[in-house]
């Protein structure tokens, strides 16, 4: 696997919330960030939201902004879920017009997409869900919600269309909320080009091992990129990626190593009482480092996995000691 990784613009973000409304950070000067990005040796792209602003919202010119400093366009996130107006969900909501909205804004970043050749749509039903009992009718959830990512897929089979999942947060349960409901989801929607996004925070979340999450969507031709950030199984800071569960991070790498997956790694990470440079690097650095110890891992991987087939672990554990301390 070629370890491709990407970053959104929102890593240098002020990271502001109810507790600090003002921000934890200053304002870093929109092509200070570019400079920034273009010289962390390992970060090759980055992640795009649309509406593209403050970056070009034409693609050409988009590509051309970003080669100036040896960049490229990474996936390309839907901006359904930053505005109120999609307080009760983009995806399921009960109001046929919140939903043809949503839908119209997912069409436009398919066409923007679409001009860039290999990007993915990343969508996250962020506020697709509840928050109490008797909030919601859930079989009109779920049914507006297969229907509209039918469209969405349908409207250029091309591009393909990656759903986020994540247990909850900014809902207290959200819909796609694992990675079993988010391949439920795909089997209902039944299109070539509906695929998982892996975001090993969310995964985490979900009690979920990322080795496992990744064999199971890759089994399907279901992995269509992966989001890198870290936390204790418990929320969703965004900590920066391979500094808590390290033995689930060489495991994943082992196993992406075995896919030959071609996506996006993209850092997702939130930074509001560290230096947020520094924080970008070091997570860089965290993704080639797994990615090097699983590389020797998998120098060994006949060894490995007779072992698995037997289920040796204690075995597994002396050989992969040895080989990354």
């Given at each position: 696997?070629?370890?491709?990784?990407?970053?959104?613009?929102?890593?240098?973000?002020?990271?502001?919330?109810?507790?600090?409304?003002?921000?934890?950070?200053?304002?870093?000067?929109?092509?200070?960030?570019?400079?920034?990005?273009?010289?962390?040796?390992?970060?090759?792209?980055?992640?795009?939201?649309?509406?593209?602003?403050?970056?070009?919202?034409?693609?050409?010119?988009?590509?051309?902004?970003?080669?100036?400093?040896?960049?490229?366009?990474?996936?390309?996130?839907?901006?359904?879920?930053?505005?109120?107006?999609?307080?009760?969900?983009?995806?399921?909501?009960?109001?046929?017009?919140?939903?043809?909205?949503?839908?119209?804004?997912c069409?436009?970043?398919?066409?923007?997409?679409?001009?860039?050749?290999?990007?993915?749509?990343?969508?996250?039903?962020?506020?697709?869900?509840?928050?109490?009992?008797?909030?919601?009718?859930?079989?009109?959830?779920?049914?507006?919600?297969?229907?509209?990512?039918?469209?969405?897929c349908?409207?250029?089979?091309?591009?393909?269309?990656?759903?986020?999942?994540?247990?909850?947060?900014?809902?207290?349960?959200?819909?796609?909320s694992?990675?079993?409901k988010?391949?439920?989801?795909?089997?209902?929607?039944?299109?070539?080009?509906?695929?998982?996004?892996?975001?090993?925070?969310?995964?985490?979340?979900?009690?979920?091992?990322?080795?496992?999450?990744v064999?199971?969507?890759?089994?399907?031709?279901?992995l269509?990129?992966?989001?890198?950030?870290?936390?204790?199984?418990?929320?969703?800071?965004?900590?920066?990626f391979?500094t808590?569960?390290?033995?689930?991070?060489?495991?994943m790498?082992?196993?992406?190593?075995?896919?030959?997956?071609?996506?996006?790694?993209?850092?997702?990470?939130?930074?509001?009482?560290?230096?947020?440079?520094?924080s970008?690097?070091?997570?860089?650095?965290?993704a080639?480092?797994?990615?090097?110890?699983?590389?020797?891992?998998?120098?060994?991987?006949?060894?490995?996995?007779?072992?698995?087939?037997?289920?040796?672990?204690?075995?597994?554990?002396?050989?992969?000691?040895?080989?990354?301390?």
């Amino acid at each position: 696997m070629k370890l491709n990784i990407s970053a959104g613009l929102w890593v240098f973000g002020d990271f502001a919330e109810r507790y600090v409304p003002g921000g934890y950070h200053d304002e870093i000067d929109f092509e200070r960030q570019l400079e920034i990005m273009s010289g962390i040796e390992g970060l090759d792209g980055i992640g795009i939201v649309y509406p593209t602003y403050p970056l070009p919202d034409d693609p050409d010119k988009l590509v051309e902004k970003l080669s100036d400093f040896n960049l490229k366009v990474g996936d390309i996130t839907v901006d359904n879920y930053g505005d109120r107006k999609w307080r009760q969900g983009a995806f399921s909501s009960n109001e046929e017009k919140i939903r043809k909205d949503n839908i119209d804004i997912c069409k436009e970043t398919i066409d923007f997409a679409a001009q860039i050749p290999g990007t993915t749509v990343t969508t996250w039903p962020a506020h697709d869900g509840f928050d109490y009992s008797f909030q919601t009718n859930y079989r009109d959830g779920w049914k507006y919600l297969v229907e509209s990512y039918k469209e969405i897929c349908s409207y250029n089979s091309n591009v393909k269309i990656a759903v986020e999942y994540k247990p909850k947060d900014p809902r207290q349960r959200q819909y796609v909320s694992n990675v079993g409901k988010t391949m439920m989801l795909l089997n209902d929607v039944d299109m070539d080009n509906i695929m998982a996004a892996l975001d090993t925070g969310h995964a985490l979340m979900s009690q979920e091992n990322l080795a496992e999450d990744v064999v199971l969507l890759d089994s399907h031709d279901k992995l269509g990129t992966i989001h890198l950030n870290e936390n204790y199984r418990d929320s969703d800071p965004d900590l920066i990626f391979g500094t808590i569960v390290f033995w689930e991070n060489i495991e994943m790498y082992y196993y992406l190593n075995k896919t030959g997956f071609k996506g996006w790694n993209e850092i997702d990470i939130v930074s509001p009482r560290d230096d947020r440079i520094k924080s970008l690097k070091i997570t860089v650095k965290m993704a080639l480092k797994y990615k090097e110890l699983a590389d020797r891992l998998n120098g060994h991987s006949e060894v490995l996995d007779k072992n698995l087939d037997n289920y040796r672990f204690a075995d597994n554990m002396e050989l992969i000691t040895d080989l990354i301390f």
